[in-house]
């Protein structure tokens, strides 16, 4: 059995990793952009982007003041008990990681305009679910901040535009975007389903490891030709100008109805933050994405 003080308590180190801490691959592909950039200016930003994350690590401090909309991915055990507690337990953990690590309060009412003061609202943090067999409890905490979220583009595109209209779709939103979402972002991308499904499927793609070659070579092929494309635009650091204007393109997708063809571009900004632990029956926890000493 898995206590719901463990829960809390593990979520809300997750918050404080994930806003701190970027992933290794997400280091290591910031790192590389450096090398690569061969714009001054591009350089120059990748370099102050570089140092903020080292010193955001070493002071254990947000790395951006835009912390975000709190979003969870929860992978259940079907044999975990009190599963339905989980959710009132993240939300327990967003109020405490609020004040503590801290984290800046992004839960406004859309009518009233009137801000919780602890990111947790109506629908917030949104928690995804997915219920696999076993007895472990796998927990994710994606911060999505605003500026990248206000440049997702979903297209409800005809079926005969098929590949071609699909990246199309996909390069204008990098160009539409610009400078919007800090970039060098990592884009998710997703095709089928609906358009709810599409979006959903977009921001898991999100979740891949950067260093993780996609299983499918037609799908790794795309994912190479969109970032190629993406970054033949210039937009380049921070918009600044340059070549590396997206460190990676993840692709998802879902089967379609004959007569729809949603396309949906998630983008993430340079701070790609995310953090994910499991739990175990015993309640030994293992952090899948940070070393945690």
């Known amino acids: 059995m898995v206590s719901e003080n463990i829960v809390e308590n593990v979520a809300v180190k997750l918050l404080q990793l994930a806003v701190t801490e970027l992933p290794q691959d997400v280091k290591q592909a910031l790192q590389r952009a450096y090398r690569e950039e061969e714009s001054e200016a591009g350089k120059t930003q990748l370099k102050n982007i570089l140092e903020n994350v080292e010193l955001a690590q070493k002071t254990r401090t947000p790395m951006c003041q835009d912390t975000g909309v709190i979003i969870f991915y929860v992978k259940a055990g079907s044999q975990v008990k009190d599963l339905d507690k989980i959710e009132k337990t993240l939300h327990r953990a967003t109020i405490r990681a609020t004040k503590e690590v801290p984290l800046r309060p992004n839960a406004v009412d859309p009518f009233t305009q009137k801000n919780t003061g602890d990111n947790t609202g109506r629908s917030i943090p949104f928690i995804h679910w997915e219920i696999v067999s076993g007895n472990t409890l796998e927990i994710t905490v994606m911060p999505k901040g605003g500026g990248s979220e206000n440049v997702c583009a979903l297209g409800m595109l005809y079926p005969s ?89 993840k692709v998802e997708y879902a089967h379609r109805h004959p007569g729809s063809y949603p396309v949906a571009v998630a983008v993430q900004c340079w701070a790609a933050r995310r953090a994910s632990a499991r739990i175990y029956s015993d309640e030994k926890i293992e952090y899948l994405t940070h070393k945690v000493h």
């Open 161 to 249: 535009m098929g590949l071609n209209g699909l990246k199309k779709f996909v390069l204008d939103a990098v160009i539409n975007a610009g400078a919007k979402p800090c970039p060098p972002n990592i884009l998710g991308v997703a095709v089928g389903g609906g358009a709810d499904i599409a979006m959903k499927l977009a921001k898991l793609a999100l979740l891949k490891p950067l260093d993780q070659p996609n299983p499918d070579p037609n799908l790794a092929n795309l994912e190479k030709e969109l970032q190629e494309a993406a970054n033949s635009t210039g937009i380049g650091p921070m918009g600044l100008g340059g070549k590396i204007t997206v460190l990676g393109v």
